[in-house]
């Protein structure tokens, strides 16, 4: 005779067919329901399984160093920028996981500002190291936003986007990455603070300092201006990192002259010589941002300001072939796809490299090169025969120059 097996009280399921039986007083049930049961008590008592903020956890997050080193398998070279930023994240989430101290000290929030010609790698930056924190992070871009009331966006619509990222979890939300491209677009239009609206250049910054500071800021969850009806959502913005970037062409103009004023005197000459001339971004400070046209409040409320080298050729080539996700491994896998071997000669390397430092649009330019020389090959390759394909410099050149006389 059989052994009588027991069941499960919700679902009848006997204990052979269950992954799990639970036991009480006077019945039994199975994982599965008990899993059931209590996705069915967080919908109905409006919860999620979200951590709050309080709870966030420092273990959870890894140290500077090693924030770094994982950078480094995606970012080339930028060795300051990197530094800064390692270590601005890092005492970010100290400070969402300190706990409230009798000695009436708080950390305060370290928003970064990073200055770099185009292409050097400031979106990049900000996008890895988002990937390694797991945490809602959204890109936004300054040059849309205009002062309340005029045609454009609102800058609200910045955490708009970050509640949407998060999917609408308010908590995860308030502690994640924000990073503002093209904030140099909204700089001041001229040095004196104007007596009219600057709509897209201070009034924005204006109505970004709250955003930055942090603040309970009533969120419209589609955007404002075409849902007016829509309920709002109050976000707080004080555990949020702002991350800018720009490139603030010209800037170099307004370094020289206060690097200039400094080299006055007996040791002028001694001086002028230990100026890097070629990379005057390295010495940059935050009354150079002043007199470029951020106001003074805005630079107040982003503490950790960083630069980034421009790119040289050594740094261009490492770029095509270093990174985890190099352009150079990624068209060897799109081709490998379709069972083609794929194969970079050095020259045509260096071929590339050299068309990026003449054109001077850093690692996009890098990119955009990349795509010019090996369209046709995508387009033959996948309906041939072949199982090799080999890029030389003669191949590289030749579509370059036919690229040209396209354009031209």
């Not at 009480?24 to 409006?46: F, H, L, P, R």
């Not at 394909?389 to 354009?407: C, G, M, N, P, W």
């Amino acid at each position: 005779m059989a052994q009588k097996q027991d069941r499960c009280s919700f679902c009848g399921r006997p204990e052979s067919e269950v992954p799990l039986l639970l036991s009480g007083i006077n019945g039994y049930i199975c994982s599965d329901c008990a899993t059931q049961a209590y996705k069915i008590v967080q919908e109905n008592m409006g919860e999620k399984p979200s951590r709050s903020s309080n709870d966030f956890c420092l273990n959870d997050i890894p140290k500077p160093k090693q924030i770094k080193e994982y950078l480094d398998q995606y970012v080339i070279g930028q060795e300051d920028a990197k530094r800064y930023l390692s270590v601005s994240v890092y005492n970010h989430y100290k400070r969402l996981g300190q706990k409230k101290a009798d000695d009436g000290v708080e950390i305060e929030k370290s928003n970064v500002i990073m200055v770099g010609s185009t292409g050097t790698g400031k979106t990049l930056l900000a996008r890895t190291i988002a990937n390694l924190l797991k945490v809602p992070f959204t890109i936004v871009d300054a040059t849309v936003f205009t002062e309340a009331g005029y045609v454009g966006e609102d800058v609200e619509s910045i955490l708009s986007r970050l509640l949407q990222v998060a999917d609408y979890d308010v908590k995860a939300a308030e502690r994640g990455i924000v990073f503002i491209d093209e904030i140099d677009k909204i700089a001041r239009k001229t040095d004196n603070p104007s007596i009219t609206r600057d709509v897209s250049g201070e009034g924005v910054q204006q109505g970004l300092l709250k955003l930055l500071e942090g603040a309970k800021v009533n969120v419209p969850p589609k955007g404002g201006r075409k849902h007016p009806d829509q309920d709002y959502i109050e976000v707080d913005t004080r555990n949020i990192l702002f991350i800018c970037g720009g490139a603030f062409d010209g800037i170099e103009k307004k370094i020289a002259q206060r690097l200039n004023t400094h080299v006055v005197g007996y040791n002028s000459v001694q001086n002028q010589q230990k100026i890097d001339s070629k990379n005057l971004m390295k010495y940059i400070v935050p009354q150079d941002l002043k007199s470029f046209g951020l106001i003074p409040e805005i630079i107040g409320r982003l503490p950790v300001l960083t630069y980034l080298n421009p790119l040289d050729k050594i740094a261009l080539r490492n770029i095509l072939t270093e990174p985890k996700n190099s352009l150079v491994k990624q068209q060897v896998k799109l081709f490998d796809m379709d069972g083609i071997k794929l194969t970079f000669e050095p020259e045509a390397l260096e071929y590339m490299v050299d068309k990026a430092v003449e054109y001077k649009l850093g690692a996009r330019g890098l990119r955009s090169i990349m795509e010019a020389v090996m369209i046709d090959a995508q387009y033959d390759a996948p309906s041939g025969k072949v199982k090799k394909f080999v890029v030389t410099e003669d191949y590289a050149r030749r579509q370059i120059e036919k690229s040209h006389r396209l354009i031209a």
